[in-house]
């Protein structure tokens, strides 16, 4: 329940409306962009519903946005995903392998096993359309939300390594520089990072369903400050 009217700006595979929030500035006059994203894994229920609170704190709390500022916050990136209470998009692709990265790979691995990241690279309408979406508002910052693992994990690069220290230091989680567990190919931060520059983090909760919004809050808002 977000108490804002959403921009559409495409359909998942299903059809469902992919939903964005803005906040602060408007497109013309701003000068940074951060992107908040919840839910590109349909199964991490707590990453839409922090982005959602967070969304709503911005409705109550305009001026804490700097000038020049604008917020894209999107609560759920895969939205048949997360209906189903899958992992993966309406056709058993995960999105967060969809992206066209240097590393993009078919197949690779993650938590449940083997992961598919599609024929090609934004194969996926969900992918696709986001990408076309950050296309015409350029990411200074992006978080993806994910659960749970309880750590920041940066792309490799400084600014992604700054803000992610400084969430680390603010939530308590887990600074994790190199992610080790499994390859993470195609990925919607590293994608980021290699088009735009972006200071791109990964922002994984403690729980798949409880968002921990005391805990997230103050680190969420300093990540939309310079």
């Known amino acids: 329940n977000v108490r804002t009217i959403p921009y559409e700006y ?3 595979t299903r059809g469902n409306p992919l939903l964005a929030y803005t906040y602060g500035a408007e497109q013309v006059a701003a ?14 229920r707590s990453s839409a519903l922090l982005a959602a609170e967070l969304a709503n704190y911005l409705v109550d709390h305009p001026t804490d ?22 992992r993966t998009n309406a056709r058993g692709i995960d999105l967060n392998r969809n992206f066209s990265t240097a590393d993009w ?24 359309a986001l ?16 659960a749970r693992g309880n750590l920041i994990n940066p792309e490799g690069h400084e ?28 990925t919607m931060t590293l994608w980021t990072v290699e088009r735009f520059g972006t200071a791109s983090v990964t922002w ?12 997230n809050r103050d680190a969420l808002l300093g990540a939309i400050r310079p």
């Not at 919840?38 to 991490?44: K, L, R, S, V």
């Not at 500022?69 to 759920?76: C, H, L």
């Open 10 to 12: 495409g359909r998942s």
């Open 31 to 44: 000068s940074r962009f951060v992107y908040i994203i919840g839910a590109i894994h349909g199964n991490e």
């Open 65 to 86: 946005i700097p000038a020049g500022t604008r917020v894209i916050v999107i609560p759920i990136a895969n939205p048949d995903g997360y209906q189903r209470k899958l």
């Open 105 to 128: 790979r078919r197949y690779t691995r993650g938590p449940p096993g083997r992961a598919y990241g599609g024929r090609a690279p934004f194969s996926e309408k969900e992918a696709a």
């Open 131 to 146: 990408t076309v979406f950050m296309e015409r508002e350029q990411p200074d910052v992006v978080i993806a939300l994910h």
């Open 159 to 186: 600014p992604s390594k700054d803000l992610a220290k400084r969430i680390a230091a603010q939530t308590g989680y887990k600074y994790l520089e190199v992610w080790g567990s499994y390859p993470t190919t195609g």
């Open 204 to 215: 994984e909760l403690g729980s798949y369903t409880y968002p921990n919004w005391n805990r």
